[in-house]
């Protein structure tokens, strides 16, 4: 969506500013220069400079402020200045880095006189990944408690949302479609049926309250794949479904939530967890079948298949596992030793034609040789892995030592071209032979339309 950003010079001496990064566009991987944040909005800004004669959406996700800890040193020392540790001193420093870049991309909405026909709107993904200033809510980032799901969200539209209003209405993510097509004036396409409501009225003041709802947090099964960790918020209550049961807080007069009133008002509690669980069911009615990677639009020729989302064979990873424990964040696939292990992912092709395979990879000297076969959509090729490359890590300019990947240069390993039919299938990696200790590491699998 964003076009691509010209190279610049750094705006300070911070090291976190002076190094090229890999950044993709439209498909295309390229080289960057400066800090990421500063470099989105660039791009973001470019974007909006394109399209200002014209509709557009313009969706800006920041990574920060997260690990890898890293900030340009105008930022950083500023708050390190004031005697916090490393990690709490550049979380700030991202945030204050973040604010001045969304000031940017008003600033030249306000320059181009897009502002009054342009709604902005701002949120956050969850609560906070580290222990650190949190409003005083209980929780933190992966809890279903208020301070892991409660986030800011500011809409700025002069002329059309008066400016400085507080709306103490409860709402959520699943409300901004509706919103945002009523605030349009545009026709609500066909979609599932909505969990969300238009919030239009009371940001133009029209209304003063909605009914009273409730939205539901909801987290991943636990190990007997039925029990479903989660919440439900009213405009007073929270219950909490914890591994203890349930627990209610009222959130208007303890919205610390520092007792449990479950006891007091059993009644509300009960009403509460049924609907949980009413909802629980309708939600997971579909099962957790994964979704497929698409492959095949003329448009985007060039899909990567990530290592850390392959489903790995067998399902105790033996023989085969990602670099880390869960298989995120720019990870890869490692410790393949075993011909009987392999990693899958679950695609599909909209539109049939012939497609070219690369393997990216890394292999030690002494694993050189092993042959490999892809398998997609009933057809197989194979290949061998005959060059040696293993890089070492690209350095980066963390101020706190990661719990994420570092970077490598891969190698990559065409494997040739198939001829798939429109469908979904699966596309798997298996290993033949394994000449030395291991078969390879595997970043990804490219897979590239030709016709």
């Not at 500063?38 to 791009?43: E, I, K």
């Not at 066909?190 to 003063?208: F, H, N, V, Y």
């Not at 990693?343 to 040789?369: D, H, Q, S």
Request: glycine share 8%; with cysteine.
């Amino acid at each position: 969506m964003i076009r691509r950003p010209p190279r610049s010079t750094p705006s300070n001496s911070s090291a976190a500013s002076d190094v090229y990064k890999r950044q993709e566009h439209n498909g295309t991987e390229f080289s960057s220069r400066g800090y990421i944040t500063d470099v989105l909005t660039d791009a973001a800004i470019g974007f909006i400079e394109n399209n200002k004669e014209r509709p557009f959406l313009c969706y800006v996700p920041y990574n920060a402020p997260h690990s890898p800890f890293q900030v340009p040193d105008k930022y950083f020392d500023k708050y390190k200045g004031r005697g916090l540790d490393d990690k709490l001193a550049c979380v700030y420093a991202m945030c204050e880095n973040l604010d001045d870049n969304i000031g940017r991309i008003l600033k030249r909405l306000d320059e181009l006189e897009l502002s009054d026909n342009t709604i902005v709107l701002f949120a956050t993904d969850n609560g906070p990944n580290t222990n650190r200033y949190n409003g005083g809510m209980k929780g933190r980032k992966g809890s279903e408690n208020e301070g892991g799901v409660r986030v800011p969200f500011f809409v700025r539209w002069p002329g059309h949302i008066k400016a400085g209003q507080t709306i103490e209405e409860i709402s959520s993510h699943i409300d901004l479609l509706p919103t945002l097509v009523e605030l349009c004036g545009v026709k609500m396409p066909r979609t599932l049926p909505l969990d969300g409501i238009s919030l239009a009225g009371l940001l133009a003041g029209k209304e003063t309250k909605q009914p009273d709802r409730m939205i539901f947090t909801f987290k991943f099964p636990r190990e007997d794949g039925v029990t479903v960790p989660g919440s439900v918020r009213t405009q007073r209550w929270r219950a909490v479904k914890g591994r203890k049961g349930w627990e209610l807080y009222d959130m208007i007069a303890d919205p610390g939530q520092k007792e449990d009133v479950s006891e007091k008002h059993p009644r509300i509690t009960k009403k509460l967890s049924e609907a949980y669980e009413k909802a629980v069911v309708d939600v997971t009615r579909a099962g957790f079948e994964p979704l497929p990677i698409h492959i095949g639009y003329p448009e985007w020729p060039v899909v990567v298949l990530p290592g850390h989302e392959a489903f790995l064979e067998p399902a105790s990873r033996e023989g085969i596992s990602y670099n880390g424990r869960a298989g995120w964040a720019n990870d890869w696939i490692t410790n393949w030793t075993s011909t009987e292990a392999y990693p899958w992912w679950e695609v599909e092709v909209v539109k049939a034609g012939r497609f070219e395979i690369t393997l990216r990879y890394v292999c030690e000297k002494e694993n050189v040789g092993a042959k490999v076969r892809v398998e997609i959509g009933g057809e197989s090729f194979e290949g061998v892995v005959r060059n040696a490359h293993n890089p070492k890590p690209v350095p980066s300019p963390d101020r706190v030592k990661r719990i994420e990947v570092y970077e490598k240069i891969w190698s990559s390993l065409s494997l040739g071209t198939v001829k798939l039919k429109k469908g979904r299938t699966k596309l798997a990696v298996k290993a033949m032979t394994r000449p030395g200790e291991k078969v390879m590491d595997l970043k990804a699998v490219q897979v590239r339309r030709i016709d």
